[in-house]
Structures are given as structure tokens and as C-alpha cells.
């Protein structure tokens, strides 16, 4: 079993930064996409960004060059980087590891537990 556990949210002021984390335990057999969701009060569920399992990056359009995710396969963690922020981006985080567990599995999705980001203006 595969659990994400999401860490690095709080409170911070606009224009700040902020850098979340997401370690998954477990086995991992290959990794098809890891990345970002976020979700706001009365708003869908939106991708933030995401890495798929050769390295490739996309990113929303509202986070463009504000936001830049990275994974370390050693550490089995992803890392999401946010800059520039403002209330916007306020919104319960998620991260979402797309893996084969074991060889031979079917590739499933697990997710983090979220973590809440603020932005006060």
C-alpha cells in the first residue's frame, strides 16, 4: 500500500513563498505521473502541476512561472515550490502519486491527505 503523506502548508502573506512536500512509503514499482492538485471553497478540484514518470513537467496557466515542482526518486518525495503568492492560491493542496506498486499491478492513484494554503492580503 502506497500513502502519501503531505507536508509544508500554513499561513503566509502575499508575495510569499511556500514549499510543500509529499513522501510516499510503500512499494513503489514504477511511477507513471506524481504532481499537485488544489481544491478552494465552492471551487473544483483543479491540477497544479505535475511530473510524469520520464521527468516532464506541466504546470496550469495560473501558476506559470510562479510554481515549479521537483521529485527526488531516491526519496520517493515530490516537492512543490510556490512563489509569488497570492490569495488565490489559497486552497487545500493534494498530491497525487499515478504508480505501479508492485510488477505486474495495475497503476493506481493514491493521495496525500492534503494540506491547507493560506494567503492573507
Known amino acids: 500500500q502506497v500513502q502519501p503523506v503531505e507536508s509544508g502548508g500554513g499561513l503566509v502573506q502575499v508575495g510569499g513563498s511556500l514549499r510543500l512536500s509529499c513522501a510516499a512509503s510503500?512499494?513503489?514499482?514504477?511511477?507513471?505521473?506524481v504532481g499537485w492538485y488544489r481544491q478552494a471553497p465552492g471551487r473544483e478540484r483543479e491540477l497544479v502541476a505535475s511530473?510524469?514518470?520520464?521527468?516532464?513537467?506541466n504546470y496550469a496557466d495560473s501558476v506559470k512561472g510562479r510554481f515549479t515542482s521537483s521529485r527526488d526518486n531516491a526519496k520517493n518525495t515530490v516537492y512543490l515550490q510556490m512563489n509569488s503568492l497570492t490569495p488565490e492560491d489559497t486552497a487545500v493542496y493534494y498530491c497525487?502519486?499515478?504508480?505501479?506498486?508492485?510488477?505486474?499491478?495495475?497503476?493506481?492513484?493514491?493521495w496525500g491527505q492534503g494540506t491547507q494554503v493560506t494567503v492573507s492580503s
Open positions: 497525487y502519486w499515478y504508480v505501479q506498486p508492485n510488477i505486474g499491478s495495475r497503476l493506481r492513484t493514491y
Open positions: 511530473i510524469t514518470g520520464g521527468g516532464s513537467t
Open positions: 510503500g512499494s513503489i514499482f514504477s511511477i507513471n505521473a
